[in-house]
């Protein structure tokens, strides 16, 4: 299974006293992978420092780099879907690029959009938002690209 980390969570994430990010470290270095982009407004919002931790991450083998230039269209084409907030067009790009159905945030209206099965199609979306939601990081594939 693969999961993708907004932006507002990367920081719990990256932080290792963060207890509620700690199942999915722990996942990461058994068999999950993180998906990110280190391009586009993604790479804005998380900023250089945590760009370096993610890369981190890929080196260990915990984590897919895809780059921006695969999932401009689908981001567009969310940029231009009035269904969708304005916010994370680039977030559900990576997901439907990607297939990756897992997502970490606390941004409701991403959650919105991510779950709405006319924006992302099955498999439905599933969100973790605290160490309670462990049982979302399972052992099934990732997604191929």
Not at 14 to 37: A, M, T, V
Not at 75 to 95: M, S
Request: proline share 4%; charged share 30%.
């Amino acid at each position: 299974m693969c999961i993708i980390i907004d932006a507002n969570k990367l920081g719990d994430f990256l932080n290792p006293r963060h207890q509620e990010s700690e199942p999915i470290r722990q996942w990461l270095k058994r068999k999950g992978k993180l998906i990110y982009s280190t391009s586009g407004k993604f790479a804005k919002e998380i900023g250089r420092g945590n760009r370096e931790k993610l890369k981190r991450h890929w080196q260990k083998g915990e984590a897919d780099l895809v780059s921006h230039k695969e999932f401009i269209a689908e981001e567009q084409a969310f940029k231009n879907c009035a269904l969708v907030k304005p916010d994370d067009p680039h977030i559900l790009a990576l997901v439907q690029h990607t297939g990756t159905r897992l997502l970490y945030t606390e941004d409701l209206n991403l959650i919105k959009d991510f779950k709405n099965n006319k924006l992302i199609h099955k498999p439905r979306g599933k969100v973790y938002s605290r160490a309670k939601n462990a049982d979302l990081l399972t052992d099934t594939a990732c997604p191929k690209k």
